[in-house]
């Protein structure tokens, strides 16, 4: 029987981060952003690491510079265009090599980030992949809503987020023998102890260190 694959999207499956890019991408012509977007970043990404806030709360400053109020067609495009650059140039050639792997064994592959679903969707479609979670943006009238419509899906809530499509489509886990987890980061330690199996990719020092006590496979892509 085939196995369930799921890739973490950002420095597993991809070389860089997706998030910031994609944001100044979608400013590169408006430089007068540049400044206050990185600079209310950098201080949510501060109150973040000192615990006082939550994380989703850096992906909503950047959002409040770089996108919101913006219509929902042109950013699906500009989403698209990132995606199809960062297909053709921005992966990792191991999770290239890994992805066939799993197709060529007829495996169910899964995309789990805590990348937006704007950013997730168009890559897992030009991947061919057919499911994903990821943090889910909102929209009020056509335009991009200062909020997100989903909790940040990061650390214990992708877990609780590939659980749910799980038993959303429980053919998955009935017609498949063991679960796969491919992480860079220890974020991910709680669906990886989920998996049946946890592969550290490329991984920062604390998964490396939690990969050797809980007995990951270590990779290097």
Not at 47 to 66: C, D, E, F, H, T
Not at 96 to 107: F, P, S
Not at 140 to 152: I, R, T
Request: aromatic share 10%; net charge positive.
């Amino acid at each position: 029987m085939p196995d369930i694959a799921i890739f973490d999207l950002d420095y597993t499956l991809t070389r860089r981060g997706t998030w910031g890019r994609f944001v100044m991408r979608a400013v590169r012509f408006k430089p007068w952003y540049w400044l206050p977007l990185w600079g209310t970043a950098g201080l949510m990404q501060c109150r973040y690491l000192a615990g006082s806030v939550p994380r989703i709360r850096v992906k909503q400053a950047m959002m409040r510079w770089g996108m919101v109020g913006s219509c929902r067609i042109k950013m699906r495009r500009l989403a698209q265009e990132f995606a199809d650059r960062e297909i053709a140039k921005g992966l990792r050639p191991g999770a290239v090599a890994a992805l066939q792997k799993h197709r060529e064994a007829g495996d169910t592959i899964i995309i789990a980030s805590a990348a937006v679903d704007l950013v997730v969707e168009p890559i897992a479609r030009k991947l061919d992949i057919k499911y994903w979670v990821a943090t889910e943006m909102a929209w009020e009238d056509g335009v991009l809503a200062p909020y997100f419509a989903s909790k940040n899906c990061y650390g214990p809530e992708k877990l609780e987020r590939v659980k749910a499509l799980l038993e959303q489509n429980p053919e998955l886990k009935q017609n498949h023998t063991q679960i796969t987890m491919y992480s860079d980061s220890h974020s991910d330690i709680e669906i990886l102890r989920f998996s049946d199996k946890g592969v550290a990719v490329c991984g920062d020092e604390k998964l490396i260190a939690l990969a050797k006590s809980e007995g990951f496979e270590i990779l290097y892509w």
